[in-house]
């Protein structure tokens, strides 16, 4: 079926270490994969997409892994930083332009 | 202004009343979402508008539920005969069409509380 979810509600972090975001899905038919960062009373910001054939793709300060063996997500944000707080959001793209948000995972840095 | 525009920021009304919220999407963008948030969910899928395409309505809750978008740009969401569970924040996107990727660009939403 089409769902996408999240393994942690929460994740805290040390100001200046490395968090890890992980996210499960369903649908092996899904063409793009993508994060979106939400901060509180805002609407979700884009922040970085991979591509179904695609294992890895980097971007400034944030590396997101794909893992079509286990259908796994993963977003990294290197060097965390007070403005990284925010609800992160993995959501999936299966070609039609609709996309399938999860949950959401609530990241908090701890100055 | 650059983004989309969502208004009203808040709204409040009495269960059984109409309201009406609306979408300005970025120029040139043709294709319009609308998603619904419940505190602390994620986005819920509502309707979908592609250029001059019939919408893909899939996602509306029910049939008090419905979206116009006129002259391919400004849209409007029409929530009939209000019920509590209709609190939430409903959230707009435009994005550039045929790029097919994932890359949607949000308004600030639009905060309904049903009382």
């Known amino acids: 079926g089409e769902s996408v979810g999240l393994h942690l509600p929460t994740l805290s972090v040390q100001e200046g270490d490395n968090s890890i975001i992980n996210c499960a899905y369903s649908?092996?038919?899904?063409?793009?994969f993508i994060w979106y960062k939400q901060e509180s009373g805002k609407g979700p910001q884009f922040i970085i997409d991979i591509r179904s054939n695609m294992d890895k793709r980097q971007g400034q300060r944030v590396t997101v892994l794909l893992n079509k063996t286990v259908k796994h997500l993963s977003l990294q944000i290197a060097a965390t930083q007070p403005g990284d707080s925010a609800v992160y959001f993995c959501a999936e793209n299966f070609g039609n332009e609709k996309l399938t948000f999860g949950t959401g995972t609530r990241l908090t840095i701890i100055p | 202004g650059a983004g989309v525009s969502q208004s009203p920021s808040n709204k409040v009304t009495e269960k059984g009343k109409d309201v009406e919220l609306r979408c300005d999407p970025i120029s040139g963008h043709t294709a319009l979402y609308w998603y619904r948030q419940s505190l602390g969910q994620g986005l819920e899928f509502l309707i979908y508008f592609q250029g001059n395409s019939a919408p893909d309505k899939s996602g509306l809750p029910s049939d008090r539920f419905s979206a116009e978008r006129t002259g391919g740009s400004v849209s409007t969401l029409t929530i009939q005969r209000t019920q509590q569970e209709d609190s939430a924040v409903y959230l707009c996107a435009s994005s550039f069409s045929g790029r097919n990727t994932g890359e949607l660009f949000f308004g600030e939403g639009s905060r309904l509380t049903v009382l």
């Open positions: 649908n092996s038919a899904s063409d793009y």
